[in-house]
């Protein structure tokens, strides 16, 4: 089970953190994500991390301005989000897997996601 928060309400230009706690202890081929999903469009990846090395993959549209990041010890990763604008206005889901590989290649696809938290939403005012 993931547990999402962080979410609110910021004005354009503005910072907001995102966590994302698993419930169980994770091995070290556990993989975290972010995906978002604005009304009427469909769900979007955001931002992944490998919990062995600390790899990330980052959406075109947020990259250079979301961060994310994992505490391996504390069964959670974070989202840092900053220069935020408008558009990033969303429901923000995290989602996770187990892999069978230390250094498998992260993926951006919805469907290789078995885990998902609730949605935390984020509302960026212009």
């Known amino acids: 089970q993931l547990q999402a928060s962080g979410g609110g309400l910021v004005q354009a230009g503005g910072s907001l953190r995102l966590s994302c706690a698993a419930s169980?202890?994770?091995?070290?081929?556990?993989?975290m994500g972010w995906f978002r999903q604005a009304p009427g469009k469909e769900r979007e990846f955001v931002a992944a991390v490998r919990w062995y090395d600390g790899g990330t993959l980052y959406g075109s549209s947020v990259q250079g301005r979301f961060i994310i990041t994992r505490d391996s010890t504390e069964n959670t990763a974070y989202l840092q989000m900053d220069s935020l604008k408008p558009e990033d206005t969303a429901l923000y889901f995290c989602?996770?897997?187990?892999?069978?590989?230390?250094?498998?290649?992260?993926?951006?696809?919805?469907?290789?996601?078995?885990?998902w938290g609730q949605g935390t939403q984020v509302t960026v005012s212009s």
């Open positions: 989602a996770a897997r187990d892999t069978l590989s230390l250094r498998l290649t992260l993926s951006k696809e919805v469907n290789a996601y078995k885990f």
């Open positions: 169980r202890r994770t091995s070290s081929k556990y993989h």
